[in-house]
């Protein structure tokens, strides 16, 4: 029975998340590390993650049941009660925001709400209706890293604002390449997912705008003098080839077989990425 509660919380989900948290904390914390609030920070953060989460699964049952990927889930299999997983997410989120509100701050509080409200409230919901919800569900995946750099110093500045928008063009290529690789399981759940509406060829054409987005977005932080040049040869070598597998992909215009090297390549940059705000400042 545990394992299925664990399930709906999406683990692999919230592990992708506290990267970006992470990331956010350790560069926003330079030479003033403090273990208890980066603990708190991330216990409280994955806590209100899995709970938007289970509350996702809630909601997308009915969809679930239609996707090969999907269709073995906890609650279509109706191994767990409905109710059973609404008062576990409550829970989970009750005790998220109150760690982060009591023993973090209220602004990487709010922002956690805020992030659970997008994704739980407008991305869950629009995503049956619009092309869009990936867009802004895009907002809710880039917060984690805004939660992890005001938990450390308190403030909204220019970084949270450059990797906050960072994170969004990386997270519109991930998900554009998720979306390709499972676009059978979205026709069949009838979901208006970008390259069914606007065909595959467009897909992989924004998939290259985005990564190039990505890259240059991400070149102002050593620009502006928020790190430096070790930041800026080791990220520019993964992600020139990031990009040039995605404009191999463009050249094969009915074929997908890039798409799945696209993805796991995305995964790989972010880590990167992440890795390198964490160790270089201005070196």
């Not at 506290?18 to 216990?43: A, K």
């Not at 073995?72 to 989120?93: D, E, Q």
């Not at 990505?214 to 070149?219: D, G, M, P, R, V």
Request: with cysteine; aromatic share 18%; charged share 10%.
């Amino acid at each position: 029975m545990l394992k299925y509660y664990l399930e709906i919380t999406k683990p692999r989900i919230i592990l992708g998340n506290i990267i970006l948290l992470v990331g956010g904390f350790l560069f926003s914390s330079h030479f003033s590390f403090n273990f208890f609030l980066f603990v708190f920070t991330i216990l409280g953060t994955s806590l209100i993650i899995a709970s938007s989460c289970v509350f996702n699964n809630l909601i997308d049952i009915e969809i679930d049941s239609k996707m090969i990927r999907t269709k073995n889930r906890a609650l279509v299999k109706k191994r767990l009660k409905p109710i059973s997983a609404c008062i576990f997410g409550i829970v989970l989120g009750t005790l998220g925001i109150s760690i982060l509100g009591l023993l973090v701050n209220f602004l990487s509080m709010s922002l956690s709400i805020i992030g659970f409200i997008i994704y739980v409230f407008m991305y869950t919901f629009l995503k049956r209706t619009s092309i869009y919800s990936t867009f802004i569900g895009s907002f809710s995946g880039s917060i984690p890293s805004l939660i992890g750099y005001t938990a450390a110093n308190n403030t909204i500045n220019i970084v949270c604002v450059i990797l906050f928008i960072v994170f969004i063009f990386w997270q519109m290529s991930h998900f554009y390449a998720i979306s390709l690789i499972y676009i059978e399981d979205y026709k069949n759940a009838n979901l208006p997912v970008f390259p069914i509406i606007k065909g595959i060829s467009k897909t992989k054409k924004h998939i290259f705008y985005y990564i190039i987005c990505f890259i240059l977005s991400s070149f102002v932080l050593t620009f502006l003098g928020y790190l430096g040049a070790i930041f800026l040869f080791f990220t520019s070598v993964l992600n020139f080839y990031w990009l040039y597998v995605s404009y191999l992909n463009i050249k094969e215009k009915k074929s997908l077989k890039y798409s799945s090297q696209i993805f796991y390549l995305s995964i790989l940059v972010i880590l990167f990425f992440n890795i390198l705000i964490s160790i270089d400042f201005r070196f």
